[in-house]
């Protein structure tokens, strides 16, 4: 699924060293210091390389990046994290999605075309930020022509004045319109139908070989229509704004925009790829398996794809590739593509003390999740050190007796942990709570005794 959220940092990302990059992936990941270390490298290469000259700068491939872990580590958070610092077009895909018993699911070249998607939004939402005022301007002009009567016919001898006398009426109107007084207001707006919905003819094994939309074939005959729609006067400003900001981005530079974007600072995250990994000596679905694995390579290694946008090339796109590997191991993939991942960076399986960091320090900690939630019910919600480590002793215990999902165990911990105070808590007289160690042995200590029951449960 692609994953893409926008954020800015204090620093010019490309004035950020290794160590600072460290630092902020720190602000949201506990530990793994060496894969921290490892991406960190990777973006500041792609910072250097992009000061080198043009056809030197064209030999200097990505050195893609294999994560080894255990579930629950922090993985694709770091991989995520980095992206957002990067400001980079970022998309996320499982492996296995490639893979069927018998036959290659998905065209391995759709995680291009989604990055290529999300790239095209990006660019697509900074241009609507620059014509954002304009837009606005222009929307209020055209709503105002709406709202006012057409002028009477000018006396011929003076139609200055007549001018005058609408220009101050238009006035008061825009006065009114901003400080909300017309916003019961009632307009007729002729709003664009979309009466023929667009649709792909399937050829070969998968949507994306023929990609064929009919609204792009045959432009003058499902566009232009419209109808006339009676809406409030707010409503009617956001759907003219939105009219005009399209009118005022030329989606041609957008997608252009894109694309190079896509092919200079693209990362593509790989998650599960020790699913496709052969075995030796397997039979039926480990053939697929390697077919996946051939299908990846070329993407790794450098081709073009096509997409609606245009070409694009895949020789500078990051790829980060992860997978725990208990069943298969990094030299179970097929030569070539171990080649293409020269930089190996194993994530250690997360213990307690871990856990009482990840509860507590990063800026979106689960503790700080939690008691923001409570705070919109006007619940005070406070965590004492002490239970924050008995909660941290049970997310370690269950992942002992269980399986080992790491971090993520924290999560189910913690939802039954507060599974009363959530339920209750529109109705609580009792604004101030309080958890401390007593309070979370009360609610957990049962389950995780009982064995069957923590296995379900938490």
């Keep these: 699924m692609p994953i893409f959220l926008p954020e800015t940092t204090q620093s010019a990302t490309d004035a950020l060293t290794p160590r600072q990059i460290v630092a902020e992936l720190d602000k949201y990941v506990v530990g793994q210091t060496a894969a921290k270390r490892a991406v960190a490298i990777a973006l500041r290469n792609r910072m250097r390389r992009q000061k080198l000259p043009p ?105 200055s004045a007549a001018r005058d006398q609408q220009s101050q009426t238009r006035e008061r109107f825009r006065e009114q319109l901003r400080t909300g007084r017309l916003d019961q207001r009632m307009v007729d707006l002729d709003v664009r139908e979309k009466s023929f919905p667009s649709f792909e003819i399937i050829a070969g094994s998968s949507v994306e070989e023929v990609d064929i939309n009919l609204k792009d074939m045959l432009p003058g005959l499902f566009q232009g229509r419209t109808r006339k729609r009676r809406m409030k006067v707010p409503e009617a400003l956001e759907y003219v704004t939105q009219e005009e900001e399209q009118k005022l981005i030329d989606m041609d530079s957008v997608a252009r925009v894109a694309v190079g974007r896509v092919e200079q600072t693209g990362i593509i995250f790989l998650d599960e790829i020790d699913k496709v990994a052969g075995r030796e000596g397997g039979h039926g679905p480990d053939v697929s398996r390697e077919g ?120 189910t911990v913690m939802e039954k942990l507060l599974d009363e105070i959530s339920f209750e808590g529109p109705d609580l007289g009792e604004k101030d709570v309080t958890i401390d160690a007593a309070y979370v042995t009360r609610m957990l200590d049962d389950i995780v005794k009982n064995e069957d029951s923590s296995r379900y449960i938490l």
Aim: aromatic share 4%; no cysteine.
């Design 55 to 159: 056809d030197l700068a064209e030999e200097v491939a990505p050195k893609n990046i294999l994560m080894i872990g255990p579930t629950g580590v922090g993985k694709t958070e770091i991989a995520r994290r980095l992206a957002r610092l990067a400001q980079s077009p970022f998309v996320k895909v499982e492996a296995s999605k490639f893979t069927e018993v018998g036959y290659v699911g998905r065209d391995v070249e759709s995680m291009v075309r989604d990055l290529v998607e999300l790239a095209v939004d990006m660019v697509r939402a900074e241009r609507i930020e620059e014509v954002k005022h304009k837009a606005h301007r222009n929307a209020e002009e055209r709503l105002l022509d709406l709202l006012l009567p057409p002028p009477p016919p000018a006396p011929a001898d003076d139609p």
């Design 292 to 411: 996946v694995q051939r299908d990846i390579l070329p993407i790794v290694e450098g081709t073009t794809v096509n997409t609606k946008y245009g070409m694009v090339r895949t020789d500078h796109i990051l790829f980060i590739a992860a997978g725990a590997f208990h069943v298969s191991k990094p030299s179970d993939l097929i030569p070539e593509l171990q080649g293409r991942f020269p930089i190996r960076v194993e994530l250690h399986p997360l213990g307690r003390d871990e856990f009482v960091r990840i509860l507590t320090e990063p800026r979106s900690a689960l503790v700080k999740q939690y008691v923001a939630l409570m705070e919109t019910e006007g619940i005070t919600l406070r965590f004492t050190d002490d239970a924050i480590e008995r909660v941290a002793d049970f997310a370690t215990i269950v992942n002992d007796r269980t399986e080992n999902i790491g971090a993520r165990r924290l999560h």
